[in-house]
């Protein structure tokens, strides 16, 4: 029974002001109709320092990255994956973070271009506009005083020059090297290293040796010449085509002098190799070893090392082992290796599978651009992303993607101002575009859609995790 005193007040203020309060009956409904009064959220942002890549969608948020920033904090490995077709705006995502990245003094980056058009690598114009020589690998080009680059240059260990002889070997083979082919390359490379003093060792001279062992060699080990000949020959044939066969020329002598290593940006332009042929692995394994030796150095540089078309390096179990190699060491000398693959599916069946697993899971920050709906549902199941993201994979328009920085999951549209555009749009890049034949407006209308229907389906994911968690 209420207190008379608290009635007397309340008609007296009826009485003033009229009835304030209204009884309603309770409602029944479900959690799914009930959904509707709960305020919209989103997930937080990586913090707010570092480069500015774009704005979340959900949210509206600006949307700031770096790996060296979050590293020991919010990420395990300043490793990063970029996925998804041509034409969503993968190159247009790589080249505004690099010219964001060198704005830091003490940012350094390395891209091996594997792509071009009209004879220069797609990174040219960047490379121009820093004032920037590309280096441009070519067997063409190579053969006339071309840039080149030497197995056996002294400034990398002879460990690491045998272990790079070995993979090149590997990889042109295409199965690993039995003992006996690998002593015959042990000894051959020794001895050029004792006795080649007045310049530096080439592969021609790892070859004659190959060809002609010396007899101390086959002593050492009680064994016959004739035996360590017959060892070493597939080894010598492998070899004899980067001396005179069709990969001749950037290898077979001495690392051409001039090579800027101390430049904010270095592009390896490896445009004019064909990217299906033997050569562009054993390139990577080249240029991804000789930086090991040349470029990473304890000078508390924070350096990225960009690859296009990766997996040359992750679907081949010796170049991979290779890179496993650098990226654990690199990550203590402050390296953020990023890697640009079309589809996950092209390394998880490949025959480098325990290779590229290790590899993926050291990459800790993940961009999915669009793909279709089953290899969208494959890299969501490799790489564990929860089911919301997997469905918007597939109706993502060209900018927008999904990221994963080590479980923060969300969906990222990609601003690029107008200072950058005209060096990050090239001809290929609108060519392969699905909107290159559309006007400005038809554009942003249709990002406007895509990044309202993203919205919709996270905050659709977010309401039934809320009504579920009500219901239990």
Do not use: C
């Not at 993607?401 to 290929?428: M, S, Y």
């Amino acid at each position: 029974m209420r207190d008379p005193l608290s009635a007397l007040s309340d008609a007296f203020t009826a009485f003033l002001f009229g009835k304030v309060e209204t009884t309603r009956l309770p409602v029944r409904t479900s959690t799914g109709q009930a959904q509707a009064v709960y305020l919209p959220t989103a997930a937080p942002g990586l913090g707010d320092s570092g480069v500015i890549i774009g704005r979340e969608v959900y949210s509206g948020k600006g949307y700031i990255y770096d790996p060296f920033q979050l590293y020991g904090q919010q990420l395990p490995a300043p490793h990063w994956l970029v996925l998804g077709e041509s034409g969503n705006g993968k190159s247009a995502l790589e080249k505004t973070y690099v010219l964001r990245q060198l704005r830091f003094r003490d940012r350094q980056v390395v891209v091996l271009d594997a792509q071009g058009e009209d004879g220069v690598g797609e990174w040219n114009l960047i490379a121009q506009e820093l004032g920037i020589t590309p280096i441009r690998l070519d067997p063409t080009a190579a053969l006339n005083d071309g840039i080149r680059l030497n197995p056996l240059d002294p400034s990398i260990t002879t460990t690491g020059q045998l272990a790079l002889l070995r993979t090149i070997i590997e990889v042109a083979m295409g199965h690993g090297l039995d003992e006996r082919s690998g002593f015959a390359l042990k000894v051959a490379h020794a001895y050029v290293n004792e006795t080649t003093g007045d310049r530096q060792p080439v592969l021609m001279d790892i070859v004659e040796q190959l060809r002609h062992p010396e007899p101390e060699s086959a002593e050492a080990m009680n064994v016959d010449i004739d035996d360590v000949r017959a060892w070493g020959l597939d080894v010598a044939l492998v070899l004899d085509r980067l001396v005179d066969g069709d990969l001749r020329g950037m290898f077979d002598g001495p690392t051409t002098i001039g090579i800027d290593l101390d430049a904010p940006l270095i592009v390896f332009d490896l445009s004019h190799i064909d990217r299906n042929s033997i050569a562009m692995p054993i390139l990577m394994a080249m240029v991804g070893v000789w930086l090991e030796h040349t470029w990473i150095r304890p000078d508390r540089k924070k350096r990225i090392f960009l690859v296009e078309e990766a997996w040359h390096i992750i679907n081949s179990p010796f170049v991979a082992q290779l890179f496993q190699r650098l990226l654990k060491f690199g990550r203590r000398l402050g390296l953020s290796f990023v890697a640009v693959v079309h589809h996950l599916s092209d390394v998880v069946d490949g025959a480098a599978a325990k290779e590229a697993a290790a590899i993926l899971k050291m990459a800790s920050t993940r961009t999915i651009y669009a793909q279709k709906a089953d290899e969208a549902r494959a890299t969501g199941k490799v790489i564990g992303l929860p089911r919301w993201a997997v469905e918007i994979i597939p109706t993502l328009t060209p900018g927008i993607a999904v990221w994963d920085v080590n479980g923060n999951v969300q969906v990222v549209k990609h601003l690029i101002t107008e200072a950058e555009r005209p060096l990050v749009f090239t001809d290929r890049a609108m060519t392969e575009g699905s909107t290159s034949d559309m006007l400005p407006e038809d554009v942003r209308a249709a990002e406007l859609e895509a990044e309202q229907r993203a919205a919709r389906i996270e905050h659709q994911h977010r309401l039934n995790k809320s009504s579920e968690s009500t219901v239990a």
